[in-house]
């Protein structure tokens, strides 16, 4: 039986991935796949493949020959920046695990593991058409916040020089807060927060004497 991973993404904390996973976990009974590894990740698409923790457990596990094929509703869930998601997919093709893509239902390598060109094309425009996406999506916030400011007649957002206090910042992320205190890591909090790296590192360092302490005793 072939060993598959899903993978599933949304850009923010709102937004449910769990209809992808569904989605996938389907695919997977009708071809009698056996799903070994969920990866799943709350992180705009746009951030580089080390920032994001989903990815880093795909690849590890992906290295460590767990499963063969990964199943993603669309291109734009495992990528949204074009080199970034190239470069995930070929780390995946070098490691002979193929991505199986639901809204096209295609995979990228065939039985004989070679990627053939209409796949590669393919992905090069769908990556591109991902971006393009995306600027759109930028376009039209900057356009709605200048809007706004000409309404207004005032600036958008946190005034220029403030800076957010560490007290708010820590009770935002109190719950990242409690997983350091208990002993987790940093890593182990991105993974089960589903926040960034940066943010938890951010954390940690606010209350590194607490942790100290906390340690000592």
């Known amino acids: 039986m072939t060993e598959v991973a899903i993978f599933g993404r949304t850009s923010t904390q709102e937004q449910d991935y769990q209809r992808q996973v569904v989605d996938m976990q389907k695919v997977a009974d009708k071809f009698d796949y056996e799903v070994v590894s969920i990866i799943t990740e709350k992180i705009s698409g746009a951030k580089k493949n080390e920032e994001r923790a989903g990815i880093q457990q795909l690849l590890n596990e992906a290295r460590a020959g767990k499963f063969q094929k990964v199943l993603v509703t669309e291109v734009s869930r495992i990528g949204r920046s074009t080199l970034e998601t190239l470069k ?121 004497n607490e942790l100290e302490l906390s340690q000592v005793a």
């Open 88 to 208: 995930l997919v070929e780390e995946l093709h070098q490691l002979g695990v193929s991505i199986y893509l639901h809204d096209l239902g295609t995979e990228t390598l065939g039985e004989d593991g070679e990627m053939n060109m209409q796949t590669e094309m393919m992905l090069h425009m769908l990556s591109l058409f991902a971006k393009n996406e995306r600027r759109t999506t930028i376009a039209r916030i900057k356009s709605g916040i200048a809007q706004y400011r000409a309404n207004n007649g005032g600036d958008y957002g946190r005034p220029i020089g403030s800076v957010e206090s560490k007290e708010k910042f820590l009770a935002k992320y109190s719950k990242v807060v409690e997983g350091l205190k208990r002993g987790g890591s940093i890593r182990e909090c991105v993974q089960l927060y589903a926040i960034s790296l940066g943010t938890v590192s951010k954390v940690r360092s606010y209350i590194k």
